[in-house]
């Protein structure tokens, strides 16, 4: 049952709300409306949502999707293709039904089933539970969607370079309406069960500057070296992981539905989902910005014991080494900011000082050292017997407070150390220590 009164008068607020919603009267819900008189569906079951991007229909048994333009109806067809493909998975009992693709009157329409439950928004009771479950469901789809690569330079493009791209197009201060992608903003975090708010877009224009691009150039470099020729892992990612985007039953808090797939990607970084899971929680209690929160605690390792608890664990399960922590959350703000915002709402001041934040207290430094690897390969001979020479150099390491919490804890903990030693993995990691505070 729901544990305390405040999470009752919460849950009541949000259905009410929900159900009050005033009728939609501008020119896309009179094409959504169009479209409910054409499937046949009763209009007073039907509730139409215009967010910035997309219409949605939505009633008791199937959510309907009208983009707006050819990016975002790109969008729509990646979320259709995805939910086609995840019917193979074993998350396939969470996951929308495709339906339908169709067209009238030259509004493109794709249907899908609804899912019981409700994402929220709110910082109820149990939102650790609620956070730890979604963790365990991803790291368990990630495990079984993972494949193994070499990061040779198209794989690295193609992984990685892609952000860096995006990000230097637009140091010619050229702006626009839309973003490098051609998606329209969106400025409140909601899920396709929402209400979407007024959105008034700003533009990602002036202000960027040689500098930036070279900074940007060096955390690209620098990461290029650590992972250039190393095996890696690559996953099935959602691409927008938040709590919201995770349907529960309010009775016992079981997960019954994962939606909106239309950021995801088939051949993806891993723990980029992780990262949005446990800073979009940070916003749903904190209502700091993710920005913020990535900028103040996790570009640090300042992370709370529950957050490497969660990381600890996906790490351990796909066989991943810590080291990759601090690359790939580099990579989830530029996937951020490129992808899932498009360069559209966000402050032009604050990614420039972010950038010099990663390019100054991890960056350059990286770029001195090379990499051995940064992949565990379990029970991989090749990965065995590193001899004196290495174990010295990973004596002399400074050990990060979040290699050291993550290290800890009995056999397994001891384990994964001395695997690290045997993968000749020697890096000076001194910008990771940092005093944390009591969560």
């Known amino acids: 049952m729901i544990s305390t009164i405040k999470d009752r008068i919460l849950l009541a607020k949000e259905s009410l709300k929900a159900k009050l919603h005033p009728r939609d009267t501008s020119e896309q819900a009179q094409k959504a409306y169009a479209i409910v008189n054409h499937l046949g569906l009763n209009s007073r079951n039907c509730r139409v949502i215009t967010k910035p991007g997309t219409t949605l229909i939505i009633t008791d048994t199937m959510v309907v999707r009208l983009p707006h333009g050819d990016a975002n109806e790109s969008r729509c067809r990646t979320n259709k293709d995805m939910l086609i493909k995840l019917a193979n998975t074993t998350i396939a009992p969470l996951v929308p039904l495709f339906l339908e693709e169709g067209e009238y009157k030259g509004q493109v329409y794709f249907s899908e089933s609804k899912l ?208 990759l922590i601090k690359p790939l959350l580099i990579m989830f703000y530029l996937h951020h900011i490129t992808v899932r915002y498009g360069l559209d709402n966000i402050d032009i001041k604050d990614v420039c000082r972010v950038v010099d934040l990663i390019a100054t207290q991890y960056a350059i430094r990286h770029a001195r050292y090379a990499i051995p690897s940064c992949h565990c390969e379990r029970n991989s001979p090749s990965l065995r017997g590193s001899g004196e020479a290495a174990d010295e150099a990973i004596s002399k390491v400074v050990i990060p407070p979040v290699r050291r919490s993550l290290g800890e804890g009995g056999s397994e903990g001891e384990a994964r150390v001395e695997e690290s030693k045997n993968t000749q993995y020697a890096i000076h990691n001194t910008q990771y220590a940092t005093t944390k505070d009591p969560q």
Do not use: C
């Open 116 to 323: 019981p439950g409700v994402g929220l928004d709110i910082p109820i009771s149990k939102m650790n539970d609620m956070v730890s479950k979604a963790a365990d469901l991803i790291t368990n789809f990630h495990k079984e969607t993972a494949r193994e690569i070499i990061i040779d330079e198209s794989n690295f493009d193609n992984l990685f370079g892609k952000y860096f791209t995006v990000l230097k197009k637009n140091t010619s201060g050229v702006a626009s309406d839309e973003n490098t992608y051609g998606v329209a903003p969106k400025v409140k975090e909601e899920n396709t069960y929402g209400v979407a708010p007024k959105v008034t877009p700003r533009r990602w224009n002036h202000g960027l500057t040689p500098e930036f691009t070279e900074k940007l150039s060096i955390i690209e470099q620098s990461i290029k070296q650590q992972l250039l020729n190393k095996p890696f892992t690559t996953v099935w990612t959602h691409g927008d992981y938040k709590i919201e985007n995770i349907l529960f039953n309010t009775r016992n808090w079981q997960i019954t539905g994962l939606i909106d797939w239309d950021l995801s990607e088939e051949a993806a970084l891993p723990l980029l989902d992780i990262f949005y899971l446990l800073m979009y929680k940070q916003y749903t209690l904190t209502q700091k910005s993710v920005a913020n929160v990535f900028e103040e605690r996790f570009l640090k390792m300042d992370l709370y014991p529950g957050e490497e608890k969660i990381i600890n664990g996906y790490l351990s399960e796909l066989g991943l080494f810590e080291e």
